[in-house]
């Protein structure tokens, strides 16, 4: 009988492992670590490349970005994957291209000169990337969350923004509004509104007494006329009644026609102030994937047969976000988990020669939360849950899929002293980080001649844009 606590887990690979089928797997994210995971009992040797060294767990980057979570509890250091994948390698670089006639991976890893990788079966899963869909001024000005450092950096901003506002008052200018304005009305930004919604109503006024609670304001912009368009009518106008509640603003039916310092433009002229635009609007595929000679789709996914292989490519697998079925599936995290399984899953088969089963998706459901004690989801066969219950079941599912146990013990800690408790009992600590208004007071006075609004703005609206902000419930600009 094997003594788990006692007997050593085994090392890699076996002896004859230096023959073995080599698999490479590009990207770390949900399709490519659980692709690892699935290879663990094959007869290969796998190699994890990611420019990362970690896994984020995006889903809950929002909270990062917000300051309710640390920026480790939402990752995991890959290499961690081969306590349970003794067949695995991780190799840190930078994908510059691929070679399906050659079957190697070019990597820039630092050094001179590009380095290669052979493979003899290839997992595309480096995913999508932020498409600001040709926005002027959007890559300049707006601020996308799809990255941990991209997290981080929207945390920081907040915070050095909300600190520079604080001193307005001291200079007798009165208060200097923070406007926040999320651009998209998906999951991610409902999830960011409605947490520096419940951040201004429960620890806004106590951290920062001199200031108006009112002094955050936050508003969510969204093509379509309604949020969170992967749920039912009922949910969708759940979400933007509680959003509401919560006093966050949602403009409706309006698009972004440009991104500047302090503002965005609409696509009816109108001008909406903007100290931090949050881009939360949609993802593509890498450029560079167009570069690699393996068919895609009309959205540049890669064409992938019933068994997620690239269509006239054998051996060469796609999974998550890049993988283009008939069938386009929604790019949530559950998708590329089923994705980076079946496409190993299929590889493992090959190598045993045995028949490879076709790749057949399983909706578990979706679920997105609004704010405090406020959540949905829709469950296949169980249904919808909305509220406390809804909140309750979007936490214990997002605990449970993290991978590692020290993730889900300090995310499950975490969170649950966030939101538990009242404004009497609950302390107010938010992790902060770089924390520099110094830098965000200079960068405001020295942008002054293209601001619109605040002390010292260079610039003014027309009567008839102002007209137009009037009909849109646009804020007016601080006066001096």
Known sequence: MVMPFLSRRPTVPAKD????????ILGGGFAGAHAVGALRDARVRVTLI???????????????????????????????????VPNMRYRQGEVEGVDPERKIVRLDEGQSGQQEIAYDYLIVANGATTTYFGTPGAEEHAMPMYTRAQALAIRDRIFSELERSS????????HDKLHVCIVGGGPTGVEIAGALADFRMQELDILYPEMDPGTLQVTVLQRGDEVLKEFSTKYRQYAADELRDRGVVLQLGRGVKEVGYDHVVLDDDSILESDITIWAAGVAIPKMVSEWGFPQDKRGRLDVDDYLQVKGFPGVYA?????????PLPQLAQPAIQTGQAAARAIA??????????FKYTDLGTMATIGRHAAIAEIPVLGGLSGSLGWAAWLGVHITKMIGHRNQRAVAMNLVSLYSGSRATHQPNPVVGEVNSLRAA?????????????????????????????AADAVEPTKD
């Open 17 to 24: 492992g230096a023959s073995w089928p080599h698999v490479v």
């Open 50 to 84: 990611d420019r990362n060294v970690y896994k984020t767990f995006q889903p809950l980057l929002y909270q990062v970005a917000t300051a309710g979570l640390n920026p480790g509890d939402v990752t995991m250091f890959l290499r961690g994957l081969s306590l349970k």
């Open 167 to 174: 001193r307005e008052v001291g200079l007798g200018r009165g």
């Open 319 to 327: 999974a998550g976000d890049i993988a283009g079925q008939d069938e």
């Open 349 to 358: 088969a090959e190598v045993a020669g045995k028949p490879r089963k076709k």
């Open 442 to 470: 200079r960068i405001f006075e020295e942008q002054a001649a293209h601001r619109l609004f605040g002390a010292g703005a260079g610039a003014t609206r027309t009567a008839d844009k102002v007209a137009a902000e009037g």
